[in-house]
T-cell receptor
Framework: DTEVTQTPKHLVMGMTNKKSLKCEQH?????MYWYKQKAKKPPELMFV???????INESVPSRFSPECPNSSLLNLHLHALQPEDSALYLC??????????????FGSGTQLSVL | AQTVTQSQPEMSVQEAETVTLSCTYD???????LFWYKQPPSRQMILVIR??????QNATENRFSVNFQKAAKSFSLKISDSQLGDAAMYFC??????????FGTGTRLQVTL
């Protein structure tokens, strides 16, 4: 199994809603990532978890709250988002850490629209 | 830290022909890695090829190969025998041993019949 599975594929939410994005992998990878990608732009790193501990937070606003309940699962909790947060949210995993020698495996993303 | 530049926003190639996508980079690190990722309409980012900077030999993966010119800080991707399924956005990326991946702005590749 070389898949990273993200749910839901599409999400529409209001600015007062609370929602969560889910990411799952069963490759035994110990590092998991959240990226944000605006249309026609490259992905931007948001968070990295390594061995279930938050290793990198790229100064992301607190309305985005990551959670790594176990080594296979990564969540992104959303609360009080703004319309400019509308984007494709990509999850990725890698075998061990987050250094450059790691190959990233990506999911197909959640397309988020904030109204 | 790294910077990655892709100067070709769009490229087009005929099926079965060869196309080369350009990428230049800059880095302050002595040990680093270079990547090409592909993002088709399915939106999933897929690793196409990886090059370790300490290796002089250019990486190849089936129809995909790179031309790595370390002194010129150039890392181009050659796609041979192009297929319709190669149509996608291609991102060049770089990372140091202990630093995050930095992506270029991407090149959209169209494959025509």
């Amino acid at each position: 199994d070389t898949e990273v599975t993200q749910t839901p594929k599409h999400l529409v939410m209001g600015m007062t809603n609370k929602k969560s994005l889910k990411c799952e992998q069963h490759m035994g990878h110990r590092a998991m990532y959240w990226y944000k990608q605006k249309a026609k732009k490259p992905p931007e790193l948001m968070f990295v978890y390594s061995y279930e501990k938050l290793s990198i937070n790229e100064s992301v606003p607190s309305r985005f709250s990551p959670e790594c309940p176990n080594s296979s699962l990564l969540n992104l909790h959303l609360h009080a988002l703004q319309p400019e947060d509308s984007a494709l949210y990509l999850c990725a995993s890698s075998q061990v850490g987050w250094g450059g020698n790691e190959k990233l495996f990506f999911g197909s993303g959640t397309q988020l629209s904030v109204l | 830290a790294q910077t990655v530049t892709q100067s070709q926003p769009e490229m087009s190639v005929q099926e079965a022909e060869t196309v080369t996508l350009s990428c230049t980079y800059d880095t302050s690190e002595s040990d680093y890695y270079l990547f090409w990722y592909k993002q088709p309409p399915s939106r999933q980012m897929i690793l196409v090829i990886r090059q370790e900077a300490y290796k002089q030999q250019n990486a190849t993966e089936n129809r995909f190969s790179v031309n790595f010119q370390k002194a010129a800080k150039s890392f181009s991707l050659k796609i041979s025998d192009s297929q319709l399924g190669d149509a996608a956005m291609y991102f060049c990326a770089a990372a140091g041993t202990a630093s995050k991946l930095t992506f270029g702005t991407g090149t959209r590749l169209q494959v025509t019949l």
